[in-house]
């Protein structure tokens, strides 16, 4: 059994930045692969990014690569990512999730999920 806490989430402007954390409890952490989700208002659950259990291998959706990056630190049981020149579109509730999967971009291959925390970007 993992549990997952993410925080970190807020108000910034449009161009700003935030870095989101998920705490996950657990002794089998690092044999884990890490994802992040995101859902706006209205719309399904959409992938952002993933991290391997070694992080070694990461994968990204289209719309956030070159301003958002995953990182993790096993020895901590967390998961990061960093979301630089955030638009108005990346306001959602982003949630992080444990995989034993490498890297899978659909919400169905992983296993355990946080509750999500609030991003809202203002124009």
């Known amino acids: 059994q993992v549990q997952l806490v993410e925080s970190g989430g807020g108000l910034v402007q449009a161009g700003g930045s935030l870095r989101l954390s998920c705490a996950a409890s657990?002794?089998?952490?690092?044999?884990?692969?890490m994802g992040w989700f995101r859902q706006a208002p209205g719309k399904e659950r959409e992938f952002v990014a993933a991290i391997s259990w070694s992080g070694d291998s990461t994968a990204y959706t289209d719309s956030v690569k070159g301003r958002f990056t995953i990182s993790r630190d096993n020895a901590k049981n967390t998961v990061y990512l960093q979301m630089n020149s955030l638009k108005p579109e990346d306001t959602a509730v982003y949630y992080c999730?444990?995989?034993?999967?490498?890297?899978?971009?659909?919400?169905?291959?992983?296993?355990?999920w946080g509750q999500g925390t609030q991003v809202t970007v203002s124009s």
């Open positions: 657990g002794r089998t952490f690092s044999s884990y692969g």
């Open positions: 999730a444990a995989t034993r999967v490498v890297v899978p971009t659909t919400p169905h291959l992983y296993d355990y």
